[in-house]
């Protein structure tokens, strides 16, 4: 299903289904009267009538490719933005950081904003991150630092691919309200 989806959503197929459905109109017409069925075949066979189609369809792919392109640097630019944000405010959980708190909560709404671009991996490694540096529970600093980790990696390796995100299996119930806790982690409410 989602495979039908990605070819029905790609440029070249929706002018490959306007060229159709351009083209039953013209069997149509030319069905519904035979008069206009003979000028057409003349305009088809015409020399004038393809120098004029072959740039037009030529521009309207390359103005679906365009769209799609842009569409994806759009949505990369976001991503990256988002990304620098969450790793800066990283620091805030590193011991000893000054102004640890207003990280932290920045952390949170970058993270929260991550779920409008981010595909699902990062989304669940930012949640396990955040459970390692959760005040309610007790985790070794190896495993805060393998859960840092891994959201780092899963950041990088989904900048490199410049893939969109098109699909989710995340749910309501997969949302985190998450606050601040005065002293110094986070802590889930």
């Not at 933005?81 to 920045?106: H, P, S």
Request: proline share 2%.
């Amino acid at each position: 299903m989602n495979k039908l989806r990605k070819i029905l959503a790609s440029p070249i197929t929706i002018a490959a289904m306007i060229g159709f459905l351009v083209l039953c109109l013209l069997c149509l017409f030319c069905w519904v009267w035979p008069d206009f069925s003979r000028t057409v075949k003349e305009i088809i066979s015409s020399v004038e009538f393809w120098k004029f189609v072959i740039p037009l369809a030529g521009a309207v792919v390359a103005w679906f490719v365009n769209e799609w392109r842009k569409r994806v640097a759009d949505q990369y630019l976001h991503k990256e933005a988002n990304y620098k944000e969450l790793i800066r405010a990283l620091r805030g959980f590193y011991e000893g950081t000054a102004n640890a708190d207003e990280l932290k909560l920045e952390f949170l709404n970058q993270f929260n904003i991550s779920w409008l671009y981010c595909p699902d991996d990062i989304i669940q490694k930012g949640y396990a991150f955040l459970e390692t540096v959760d005040t309610t529970h007790t985790a070794s600093s190896n495993k805060k630092d393998i859960a840092f980790g891994n959201l780092v990696v899963a950041i990088r390796k989904d900048l490199l691919s410049r893939s969109l995100v098109r699909t989710t299996q995340l749910s309501a119930k997969d949302f985190r309200h998450l606050t601040v806790k005065k002293q110094q982690d986070s802590k889930l409410n």
